[in-house]
Every structure is written in C-alpha cells, then in structure tokens.
C-alpha cells in the first residue's frame, strides 16, 4: 500500500501539470475518487477504513472499474467538481430524492459529459459523406439511404434525449 500511495504522489506531482485522460472510480464504501492513470488499483474495507493498493494484497480485495471522466488534469477536475458541488448546494434546481450534492455534481457532470459525446457522433454522422457499419471482417458495410437516414433519426433523438 505505501508503494502504492509513493506511486500515486509521484504521478500527481510529475504529471499534474500536463493535460492527460482523468478517470474516475469507486471505492469499497462508495466514494468517488480520480486519478490520471490507468494503473490497476483494488479496494476493500474492513469496520474501520477502506484500503488501497495497485495490487491484490486482501483476500477481499476488488479490482476496481476505472471509468474515462474527462480531458485535462487532476487539479482541473477537482476544481470542476467543488465548482458543481457549491452550485448544487446553493441552487434550487433538479436533484433526485436523496441524491446528496456531491452526488448531484457528479451525476449532472457525467450527464453534461453524456450529452457533448452524443451531439459528437451525431454531428460526424452528418459530416460523413456515407455511413457504414464494420462487418466481422472488418470490412466496411456501406448503409442504404433508409437505413442510413433511421441510423440518423436513432442518434438525433438520442441527442435530444441527453441534451434537455
């Protein structure tokens, strides 16, 4: 576990100031953490504390799911997320019953992420000059005017879904 946290110090310190991949993950009681590396880390707690480390060092030990947050670095991030955090706790806007503020900031980051991914893939849809699909070759699969335009009226409306 030292080794891990010596790791972790040294990342941070070393990279923080380069723009890179921020990935996000969940501890074994829940919390929210990111790191701007792909290292594997597991988690397990026990009554008292949540442990950490990059390898398998507890009998209850799980490997946790990195999950891709954003571009930028890790001081970018977490400026983000007290930004989100003090908006949620000072705003009267949506949240779901229960949903606490840190849990709010996330989920609306994560749907703000969501929404930019989907206007993406919608808008190189309709930059493209013919759509395909990869066949199990990998070859490509030109698409027929209906199918290409129901390929387009599915990712509008998925879109228009994320982006309300």
């Keep these: 576990m030292t080794r891990f946290r010596i790791f972790l110090a040294l990342s941070i310190f070393c990279c923080g100031s380069a723009a890179a991949d921020i990935w996000k993950w969940v501890d074994a009681n829940g919390e929210t953490h990111f790191v701007s590396t792909q290292t594997a880390i597991y988690t397990w707690a026990d009554e008292e504390r949540v442990f950490y480390s990059d390898t398998p060092d507890h009998e209850d030990a799980v490997l946790v799911q990195l999950v891709w947050h954003s571009k930028g670095t890790l001081k970018d991030t977490e400026a983000t997320v007290e930004t989100m955090l003090a908006a949620a706790e000072s705003s009267d806007g949506y949240a779901f019953p229960g949903e606490t503020p840190k849990e709010r900031a996330e989920r609306e ?29 990998g070859d490509r699969e030109y698409l027929s005017d209906k199918d290409a335009k129901a390929t387009m009226d599915d990712a509008k409306s998925k879109m228009e879904q994320a982006c309300r």
């Design 109 to 137: 980051a994560a749907e703000a992420h969501h929404c930019k991914r989907v206007t993406e893939i919608y808008k190189s849809y309709e930059n493209a000059p013919r759509l395909y699909r990869t066949n199990a070759k």
